[in-house]
C-alpha cells in the first residue's frame, strides 16, 4: 500500500502563494492528484497528473492559479498555488491511484493525511 506524506501547508495573506509537496513510497500509482476539504464542505478535486506529467487537469476553480508538477526521480508532485485567495482555505490531500483510462475525481482511493492551508484576507 503507497504512503503519500504531504507539506508545504501554512497561513498566507490573500494573494500570495504557497508549494505543497507530496512523496509518495511506491511507484505503483499512474495518476496523482490534490483534493481540498474546507470546514462543512464535501471533499472536492483540485489537480492532477498522469505518472509521464504529459498529462495533467484541473478544476475550474483553480485553473490559471494552480500548477501541479512532478519530480520522478524523487517520487513527488507539487502544487504550485498562486493568486490565493480565503476561498483555497481548505486541509489539501494528496491522492493516488492505478486508473485506466482517463480519471475521475471519484476514481482516487489512496490518500495522505493532509496539510492545511489557511489563507486570509
Known amino acids: 500500500q503507497v504512503q503519500l506524506v504531504e507539506s508545504g501547508g501554512g497561513s498566507v495573506q490573500a494573494g500570495g502563494s504557497l508549494r505543497l509537496s507530496c512523496e509518495a513510497s511506491t511507484y505503483s500509482n499512474n495518476w496523482m492528484g490534490w483534493f481540498r476539504e474546507a470546514p462543512g464542505k464535501e471533499r472536492e478535486g483540485v489537480a492532477a497528473i498522469y505518472a509521464n506529467g504529459r498529462s495533467t487537469f484541473y478544476s475550474d476553480s483553480v485553473k490559471g492559479r494552480f500548477t501541479i508538477s512532478q519530480d520522478n526521480v524523487k517520487n513527488t508532485i507539487y502544487l504550485q498555488m498562486n493568486m490565493l485567495t480565503p476561498e483555497d482555505s481548505a486541509m489539501y490531500y494528496c491522492?493516488?491511484?492505478?486508473?485506466?483510462?482517463?480519471?475521475?475525481?471519484?476514481?482516487?482511493?489512496?490518500w495522505g493525511q493532509g496539510t492545511q492551508v489557511t489563507v486570509s484576507s
Open positions: 491522492a493516488a491511484d492505478v486508473i485506466l483510462g482517463y480519471p475521475k475525481w471519484a476514481d482516487f482511493g489512496r
